[in-house]
């Protein structure tokens, strides 16, 4: 869905050449789901994918299901044009149940469990091979367009 939304975010600005380039979908009414395949540079231990990685695929991932989920229950349309919001990450919490090898592509499956007025708690689960690797909690919190 961001394709059409330039940003320069790390983990998905499509204009930050040396970024992660992710990209989240909707799968199901509820549910955003992310691909990313890491590279051999996103090392940690030999043959491990480094857990910081994860955390940042996780933490973006996390904001595009706040933001996706926010817009459809708004009913605002996200067509790529300016946002009166934007999500920030409040807090990220990251259980690593098993090592992710380098070589596999990982699998994030998010979903909005809470949401108060402005903040948003946000599930996502870190898969690869169809095994949980990873699981998180992030609050993505709404604030004014940042600039
Ligand atoms: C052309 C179109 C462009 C479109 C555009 C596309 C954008 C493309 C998106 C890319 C996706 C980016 C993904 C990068 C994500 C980052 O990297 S963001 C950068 C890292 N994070 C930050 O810098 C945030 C720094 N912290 C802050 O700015 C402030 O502490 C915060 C988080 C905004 C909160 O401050 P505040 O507004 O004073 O919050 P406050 O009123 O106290 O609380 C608001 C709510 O949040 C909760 N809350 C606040 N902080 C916390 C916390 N730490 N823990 C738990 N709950 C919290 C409160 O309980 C409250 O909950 P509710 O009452 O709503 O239930």
Known sequence: ???????HCFGCGSLNERGLQIKSHWAGPE???CRWQPQPFHIG????????MI????????MWTAMAAHCRDSGIEMDGTALPF???TG???VSYLKPAVIDQPLELRARV??????RSTVECVVLQ???ECARAEVIAVRVQPLA
Do not use: F, T
């Open 1 to 7: 869905m961001q394709d059409v939304i330039k940003v």
């Open 31 to 33: 549910e955003l789901v």
């Open 45 to 52: 231990h030999p043959g491990v994918v480094y857990g910081g």
């Open 55 to 62: 955390a940042s695929v996780v933490d973006c991932h996390a």
């Open 86 to 88: 934007a999500y920030v």
């Open 91 to 93: 807090k990220l919490s």
């Open 113 to 118: 469990v809470d949401k108060g007025e402005r």
């Open 129 to 131: 091979r169809g095994q």
